[in-house]
């Protein structure tokens, strides 16, 4: 099932730039698969209730995937843990074939019907960095380093899809500057820490949404 979804994830991309995440794209997808193997087109519509919406669904969580794959390959060993930050979201945008298969996605997720699921999937995306990164958070700052990747993740995404520099080096030092800020916040936090009033005070907050251990209840976050 998972092989016949991924083919048809595979069709769908060569219609995509032309006609977005739609219903022609998911149908031409979908004839395609059916010519070549014969499945069940009621198969391929299980699979995928809401036709081309679930397949960009699929499209970002196999980048998700090969982001993954690439940093558990890598050797992260010598860099500073900002930089390790750094290379989790390039690899992330470097597993896309093409910035139009983004640009239609986040028109389609732009949707009100389908904002819940975009913001779910860039919460998924920085939850794996952090947990592929080694983070076991589970108060507060599984809240907070999760919330400012994705603000970090999101902007960079759409400085990255104008951005025409060589190799795309403009990309590379407008995220250095983000991952910069949320280094800046990270201070703030340990300086609040050392004061009694206001650390006793983040103390508080921080106990009234621990996560229970294992994660929490996040868009798109399940327990493991």
């Excluded at 809240?143 to 795309?168: F, I, M, N, P, Q």
Aim: hydrophobic share 40%; aromatic share 8%; net charge negative.
């Amino acid at each position: 099932m998972a092989d016949l979804k991924d083919k048809l994830l595979d069709a769908a991309l060569l219609h995509v730039p032309f006609d977005g995440w739609s219903e022609a794209s998911f149908e031409a997808a979908l004839a395609e698969v059916v010519a070549d193997s014969g499945v069940d087109p009621a198969l391929v519509h299980g699979l995928c209730p809401r036709g081309a919406v679930d397949l960009a669904v699929a499209y970002h969580e196999r980048g998700d995937a090969r982001m993954l794959e690439r940093l558990r390959q890598a050797d992260l060993s010598e860099l500073k843990f900002r930089e390790r930050i750094m290379a989790a979201v390039r690899y992330r945008l470097e597993a896309v074939e093409d910035k139009e298969l983004v640009r239609r996605g986040m028109t389609l997720f732009a949707l009100p019907a389908y904002a819940p699921d975009g913001a779910r999937l860039i919460w998924n995306t920085c939850d794996a960095i952090w947990r592929e990164l080694g983070d076991t958070s589970e108060d507060l700052n599984w809240y907070t380093k999760r919330a400012t990747l994705s603000g970090v993740y999101s902007s960079t995404v759409l400085y990255w899809l104008g951005d025409t520099s060589e190799g795309h080096a403009a990309t590379r030092e407008f995220l250095d500057r983000r991952i910069e800020n949320v280094m800046q916040f990270e201070k703030v936090k340990a300086g609040l820490r050392g004061n009694k009033l206001l650390g006793g005070l983040l103390d508080k907050v921080t106990e009234a949404v621990r996560a229970p251990k294992g994660g929490a209840d996040m868009p798109g976050h399940t327990h493991k």
